[in-house]
């Protein structure tokens, strides 16, 4: 593990914050667990490392939308195999942090950037989009790659990334299915909550988010939200 010194700058929430429930036990809980939703074991593994391979284009492309500058602290929102997290790196001398619900991710993340973990300038956790372990304000970009199908509630995740976005950061959402037709069989047997475009949008503005943009890839089809707070 890091010294206990290291990323004092990504602050953990006020008490009662940090240690919120990793899943809703309300209506909004987390679909029905799969290796995608939450990998483990070496089924998990596999896939998380399949996900580092095939998720490289989507990365490239989300990540020129967040135009991260060196100065950037960022945050990636289900991280899974820690590949975006490699990417953003390159991009920020500042602190980066990365959190997923799968133990198994958290730590195949960490080993993927193990330098970074190792200097202090990354911190991966374990914690779900619901109750982000940081302070308000604290990132200027939050990025989550094909993610929320399984956040167990979109506004209440959305809402909590608006929270720890400092005033101008923004928020870059990168999808494979823009839509649940796009997501074809996957989506039943998955139990995936694919928004669309307009569904996204709306529920960042109701988050509070102030400009919101949607795009589709020409070629790909993948559907890219950019929201400013």
């Not at 047997?189 to 503005?205: F, K, S």
């Amino acid at each position: 593990p890091p010294p206990s010194h290291v990323l004092t700058a990504l602050a953990p929430a006020p008490p009662g914050r940090e240690h919120g429930p990793m899943i809703s036990s309300g209506p909004s809980s987390a679909p029905t667990e799969s290796q995608f939703s939450r990998p483990s074991s070496l089924m998990g593994r596999l896939l998380l490392h399949s996900m580092n391979i095939g998720h490289g284009r989507l990365h490239q492309w989300g990540l020129k939308a967040a135009g991260i500058q060196p100065t950037d602290r960022v945050l990636d929102v289900g991280c899974g195999g820690g590949k975006a997290i490699s990417r953003i790196l390159k991009e920020t001398r500042r602190e980066v942090a990365g959190i997923d619900h799968s133990p198994e991710a958290v730590e195949t993340a960490r080993s993927v950037n193990r330098a970074a973990v190792a200097s202090g300038r990354l911190r991966v956790v374990e914690s779900s989009v619901e109750s982000l372990p940081f302070r308000d304000g604290l990132f200027d970009v939050v990025t989550a790659f094909e993610t929320t199908y399984f956040w167990p509630d979109l506004q209440t995740g959305l809402t909590e990334i608006r929270r720890v976005l400092n005033r101008g950061g923004r928020l870059v959402i990168a999808n494979e299915f823009a839509d649940r037709a796009a997501a074809g069989a996957w989506a039943d047997r998955l139990d995936m909550h694919v928004p669309d475009g307009e569904a996204l949008a709306g529920a960042a503005y109701k988050a509070g988010f102030l400009m919101v943009d949607v795009s589709i890839h020409p070629r790909s089809g993948w559907l890219r939200l950019v929201a400013a707070r």
